[in-house]
Nanobody
Framework: QVQLVESGGGLVQAGGSLRLSCAAS????????RGWYRQNPGKQRELVAV???????NYVDSVKGRFTISRENAKNTVYLQMNSLKSEDTSVYYC?????????????WGQGTHVTVSS
């Protein structure tokens, strides 16, 4: 089992910055990908940024140039640096970890951290 603990959310003014962290613990094998998603009430959870095991990175178009995903393997932690925040970035942010074990894909989610951007 893998546990994901997120931190770093909060209230920030538009144009400001926040850094989210997601620390993983437990039995970790071959990580396929780690990512950040966000979800607002009544809407589907959407991908914000993902970094796969090989290190390639993808972002949703709306955050390109403003958000940066990174990882620190020694700490099993992934980060999301969010700059130039906009009111539309207000959401609950979730981290996700996918790993493969004996050909089976396992997916884990964090509990979510709130980000509120005031205009």
């Amino acid at each position: 089992q893998v546990q994901l603990v997120e931190s770093g959310g909060g209230l920030v003014q538009a144009g400001g910055s926040l850094r989210l962290s997601c620390a993983a613990s437990g039995i970790i094998f071959s990580i396929n990908a780690r990512g950040w998603y966000r979800q607002n009430p009544g809407k589907q959870r959407e991908l914000v940024a993902v970094i796969n095991g090989g290190g390639s990175i993808n972002y949703v178009d709306s955050v390109k140039g403003r958000f940066t995903i990174s990882r620190e393997n020694a700490k099993n932690t992934v980060y999301l640096q969010m700059n130039s925040l906009k009111s539309e970035d207000t959401s609950v942010y979730y981290c996700k970890l996918e790993q493969l074990r004996d050909g089976v894909r396992y997916v884990y989610w964090g509990q979510g951290t709130h980000v509120t951007v005031s205009s």
